[in-house]
């Protein structure tokens, strides 16, 4: 069974920093990419970030250099560190695995980011 597990979500000032962690099981997640997406209420899913399985990133306009994605396969997770979080970061993030051959995608249940101005 296939699970995606997010935390280090929560409530932060504007300006502050949050550092959130999926962890994988059930996948080998290292063949995965895998990424980061948010939904604010009201709105669409949208790309906050991904990272392939060979490292390579592609982040959302309004993230870039703000926000930075990482994986550590020996741990089989994935993290975005959060910096200069602005009250429009808030939504739920959650975390997607995606075998990028077949199609296969996975989603975690998402965790709450909520930024007070």
């Known amino acids: 069974q296939v699970q995606l597990v997010e935390s280090g979500g929560g409530l932060v000032q504007s300006g502050g920093s949050l550092r959130l962690s999926c962890a994988a099981s059930g996948i080998i997640s290292s063949i995965y990419q895998m990424g980061w997406y948010r939904q604010a209420p009201g709105k669409q899913r949208e790309l906050v970030a991904t990272i392939s399985s060979g490292g390579s990133t592609t982040y959302g306009d309004s993230v870039k250099g703000r926000f930075t994605i990482s994986r550590d396969n020996a741990k089989n997770a994935v993290y975005l560190q959060m910096n200069s979080l602005k009250p429009e970061d808030t939504a739920v993030y959650y975390c997607?695995?995606?075998?990028?051959?077949?199609?296969?995608?996975?989603w975690g249940q998402g965790t709450q980011v909520t930024v007070s101005s």
């Open positions: 997607n695995a995606i075998r990028v051959r077949s199609g296969i995608s996975y």
